[in-house]
């Protein structure tokens, strides 16, 4: 007589993503493991007086989403800021700030994000914000968070006005009157705006920094609050395990004391952020976070590092300049001997490393740290990581399958794919770098795991529309290699790799029997569904650990 089951899954299209049984009709759980997976009638042998039964309706049930590369902490603040995506033109703008502004007669910073570079004809400046807002502090990002503008009254107080002295890779553009012109480029130029006015406890796991003074009780309940509202968003989409990747010991005991109250509801990964004017032996708390943090609910082992910024504000680094500026190549954050110096300590401790590389030029250097990393200390099973490679050179591809690492990539993206406009990016790379921009087919096809995710806040969050435009992606020209991937094969990049990137894949990732019972349950069968109609199909049901975390 088979074992009763908590909960049992039926009249389900279980994609299991496992090879030997890809298929099933219904799933049993115990505690927080799948104990079996077969058809229908088998499954109900499980069943007993106090077994829940979910009923898929004939829907697709596939393993947890796991999103591999997201900023929680700061995704969970920005669902209260302005939404400026898809607004273009003055008088759009304006009416969007005011009317946020008219709701929030108290904020001491108004926030926008989303914003698209081309969001005006011209650039945008302090004066043109002025004449909407010039009152009240305001300042809007960029959607990739690597730009951001802001009014006079915001750079007034924070202190940029007059602009100050920042570090490689980071810019306050300067206007012909000799002062801050608006637009602020990277984390150092447009930190001291959120740090004035408050807002950044959120984002010091950007900064690798703790929060001075620590939080009041009331702070620190108001933080644990926010962080659980931002993992709640995750479960409706389906997620069931994040992979943060920017992080501090603060964002760890957040994520801790959720989980003594029963509110961690997704299973997430802090990495330590380590930059540039860090030594080496700073790289000892990545350790000591790693230590004290090594559950399948809540861990650490990782460091994340920023090589470079992004293409649209020229702050990627390429090993040729760019198309639309010419003797420009962007400024990289870390030497490649630095940065060679930190994979080689990082990787000497057994911790994994993720590195943010946009350009072909940051992707390079990167790839010869870990090549670095290999020699010095040996080849062991590191699976570092690196983030994005939006544009890379034909030498650099076979490297990823040769040196064992990651490419972790972002299907929302490629300019045209989602939410991006092809402008100002593909002039920015030109045309004769098109074939490797976004690359993923051919990473993939050289051998390299590719690892899929939606850099949240950057992207939306849901894994389905990351799998939409991962299929439907289409070349920017012809005679262009198709980098799309088959439906089978984006699932896959948001379940079974994303459990390989974090060392799991002997627990998650696929539905299997004594697998976590890490499972989202779907409004309709996804293979059924026309690929331009990926995006109708809803998570009804979130399962993480065998508990119901989300249920439409």
Not at 107 to 133: F, M, S
Not at 442 to 469: E, H, M, Y
Request: charged share 25%; with cysteine; glycine share 10%.
């Amino acid at each position: 007589m088979p074992q009763t089951a908590d909960l049992i899954v039926e009249n389900a299209s279980v994609l299991t993503m496992d090879p030997d049984t890809p298929r099933a009709e219904a799933i049993a759980v115990k505690g927080d493991q799948i104990i079996a997976i077969a058809d229908r009638d088998s499954i109900r042998d499980y069943k007993g007086p106090g077994t829940r039964v979910i009923d898929a309706q004939g829907g697709s049930v596939l393993p947890g989403f796991i999103e591999a590369h997201m900023h929680l902490f700061g995704g969970a603040a920005e669902l209260d800021n302005l939404h400026l995506a898809g607004v273009h033109g003055f008088d759009a703008l304006r009416d969007a700030i005011q009317g946020f502004a008219a709701k929030r007669p108290n904020a001491r910073l108004l926030i926008g994000a989303g914003v698209d570079y081309a969001i005006l004809p011209e650039p945008v400046t302090r004066q043109i914000l002025d004449r909407i807002i010039p009152d009240r502090p305001f300042a809007m990002s960029a959607s990739d968070h690597h730009t951001m503008w802001a009014n006079t009254k915001a750079l007034e107080q924070a202190g940029l006005l007059h602009g100050r002295q920042l570090g490689p890779g980071n810019e306050i553009v300067m206007g012909e009157d000799g002062l801050a012109a608006g637009e602020l480029r990277e984390g150092e130029a447009f930190g001291p705006i959120l740090e004035h006015f408050g807002a950044n406890r959120t984002r010091l796991g950007l900064t690798g920094r703790e929060p001075e003074p620590y939080p009041s009780a009331e702070e620190l309940a108001a933080d644990r609050d926010l962080m659980h509202r931002g993992l709640q968003w995750c479960a409706k989409h389906g997620i069931t395990s994040i992979q943060n990747m920017d992080g501090n010991l603060y964002q760890l005991e957040l994520l801790a004391g959720l989980e003594e109250e029963g509110r961690l509801i997704c299973r997430t990964k802090i990495p330590f952020h380590f930059k540039n004017f860090m030594t080496l032996d700073m790289l000892e708390k990545a350790s000591r976070m790693a230590a004290a943090h090594n559950s399948e609910w809540l861990s650490s082992g990782m460091v994340k590092v920023f090589y470079d910024g992004v293409l649209d504000s020229w702050t990627a680094v390429m090993v040729d300049d760019y198309a639309d500026r010419p003797g420009w190549r962007g400024e990289p954050l870390f030497s490649p001997q630095h940065f060679a110096e930190v994979a080689v300590e990082a990787d000497r401790r057994g911790l994994q490393i993720a590195v943010h590389s946009i350009g072909d030029g940051a992707v390079r250097a990167v790839l010869d740290g870990y090549q670095a990393a290999l020699k010095k200390n040996g080849r062991r099973d590191s699976r570092h990581r690196v983030e994005h490679i939006e544009v890379i050179t034909p030498s650099d591809v076979p490297r990823f399958a040769e040196l064992g690492v990651i490419a972790s990539m972002q299907p929302p993206h490629p300019p045209g794919a989602m939410n991006f406009p092809l402008e100002p990016t593909i002039s920015r790379i030109g045309p004769e770098r098109w074939p490797l921009s976004y690359a993923w087919r051919t990473l993939k096809d050289a051998g390299a795991r590719v690892v899929f995710a939606s850099d949240w806040p950057v992207s939306p969050v849901d894994p389905i529309l990351g799998i939409q435009a991962a299929v439907m992606r289409k070349p920017w020209a012809e005679g262009l290699p198709d980098q799309s991937f088959s439906l089978q094969e984006s699932i896959a990049g948001y379940t079974v790799e994303g459990a390989y990137a974090e060392f799991m894949e002997d627990r998650k990732g696929r539905l299997k029997t004594g697998y976590l019972a890490d499972i989202v349950v779907l409004s309709a069968d996804i293979e059924a569904t026309a690929p331009e109609a990926l995006h109708t199909v809803r998570p009804v049901t979130t399962i993480c650990g065998g508990k119901v975390t989300y249920q439409a």
